[in-house]
């Protein structure tokens, strides 16, 4: 999903739908690796610029679910840094606690909310890391929760790190700014044990494509989670019409946190599996990230389209409609995220029948996948053989295909 993007191309259409994070890993005494600080950026320069620590904030935390951090970090430990809103939100709780690392930044106030945050997440079984810690910091009613404290050894000198690591306890020590082969051995001699800095590696861009999402789908969605019961007809409407939505809870369920060996076969069996308060969590996370994203694209249009009539067809050949949802929605994900379909089905348990028609294989769905093709590229000869082969009269298809155009341009359809 994610690729090292240095000196990499894009065209100014690729680079409106890449996300960017970048990682800087953190390193044990004998330099093997421990995890990963997962870091913000906003193009394909290798820094951040970006005023809204916030919004970098939800921003690299969505990246991590849409992207995998099996993928990101390799299966170490992700630190991610979080706001004060971020912990406030709940949001790192989409992640898994046994991969996570809460990176609590230095302008996090130590105040009462603050500090039920770190409790709820540290008995959740998240580790929490104080970042830039000083002596005298104002987040010290934190450090009872902290797993590790992050002290940058050129803000402070030798003494001050010192006198931090006296009262360190039971904290794991991380020394960022690790620049020379002089500072990792001094670091290492005064007893910090834990590295970070340009000595090792520089931040390493990866990036991703990105989908396109309409921003009307995301304002229904919060709508609908609003009420105080939700309908799960309505959400699975919504979130049927929205591909980027689509493929984020079908990652975002293949994630560690869940672990569920359960084939999903449908938008609905997958909210199902979630349940109601993780599918409120995952929507407002969701839904604050993208809502002001442009308007949906023509491919992602084209995979919509054949999501619906794959869908209708359904109703006439004995199978899941929302199976074949998936496979008309997730034909086009290569090509919508840039990269090869193998990948994308990597972070996604679908069934094997889904699967295998996707991977170009011979299965009980091939014949609804292939009439899919046929009648969207105008093959009317193989459209009849398939027709005849499913037991469907061509006018059903010619319907079929025409109400999933009208529904797919509803589900895209800027308000007036």
Same mark, same amino acid.
């Given at each position: ?36 600080? *997962? ?77 039920? /945050? ?29 797993? *590790? ?13 010192? /006198? ?56 229904? *969605? ?150 899919? *093709? ?43």
């Amino acid at each position: 999903m994610a690729t090292p993007a240095p000196g990499a191309e894009v065209t100014a259409e690729e680079l409106r739908h890449t996300r960017y994070v970048a990682r800087q890993p953190i390193l044990t005494a004998d330099e093997s690796v421990f995890g990963y600080e *997962l870091l913000f950026r906003d193009g394909i320069s290798d820094y951040f610029c970006a005023t809204d620590s916030d919004a970098a904030s939800r921003t690299t935390l969505d990246s991590s679910i849409l992207l995998g951090l099996d993928v990101m970090c390799d299966g170490h430990l992700a630190f991610i840094n979080c706001t004060r809103e971020v912990l406030l939100e709940d949001y790192i709780t989409l992640l898994p606690p046994g991969r996570t690392v809460v990176e609590v930044l230095e302008s996090v106030p130590a105040d009462e909310a603050v500090i039920a /945050a770190c409790a709820r997440l540290r008995q959740a079984g998240y580790k929490i890391a104080l970042d830039d810690f000083v002596p005298g910091d104002p987040r010290e009613p934190l450090t009872r929760f902290a797993d *590790l404290i992050k002290v940058d050894i050129k803000r402070n000198s030798a003494a001050e790190s010192a /006198a931090i690591l006296r009262k360190s306890g039971e904290w794991g020590l991380v020394a960022e700014k690790v620049e020379t082969r002089e500072d990792f051995q001094a670091a290492r001699g005064t007893g910090f044990g834990y590295f970070q800095g340009y000595f090792f590696r520089r931040p390493e861009l990866m990036r991703a494509r990105d989908i396109p999402a309409n921003r009307m789908n995301y304002l229904r *969605l919060l709508r609908a989670v609003s009420h105080p019961e939700l309908d799960p007809g309505e959400l699975e409407n919504i979130i049927k019409g929205e591909a980027s939505l689509c493929y984020r809870l079908l990652r975002y369920l293949n994630s560690p946190l869940f672990g569920l060996p359960a084939e999903i076969r449908s938008v609905r069996h997958a909210l199902a599996m979630l349940g109601e308060r993780e599918v409120r969590r995952w929507i407002r996370l969701a839904t604050t990230l993208v809502a002001g994203q442009s308007r949906s694209s023509d491919l992602v249009l084209s995979a919509l389209v054949r999501a619906r009539f794959c869908e209708l067809i359904a109703e006439s050949v004995q199978q899941s409609d929302g199976e074949l949802f998936l496979v008309g929605l997730l034909s086009l994900m290569d090509a919508i995220l840039g990269v090869p379909m193998g990948l994308v089905l990597e972070g996604i348990g679908l069934a094997l029948e889904t699967r295998a028609v996707l991977l170009g294989h011979s299965g009980p769905l091939t014949p609804v996948y292939e009439l899919m *093709l046929a009648q969207e590229s105008g093959a009317w000869q193989k459209v009849s053989q398939l027709a005849g082969q499913l037991g469907l009269r061509s006018s059903l298809i010619a319907e079929c295909h025409w109400k999933a155009m009208q529904w797919a341009r509803q589900m895209t359809a800027r308000p007036n």
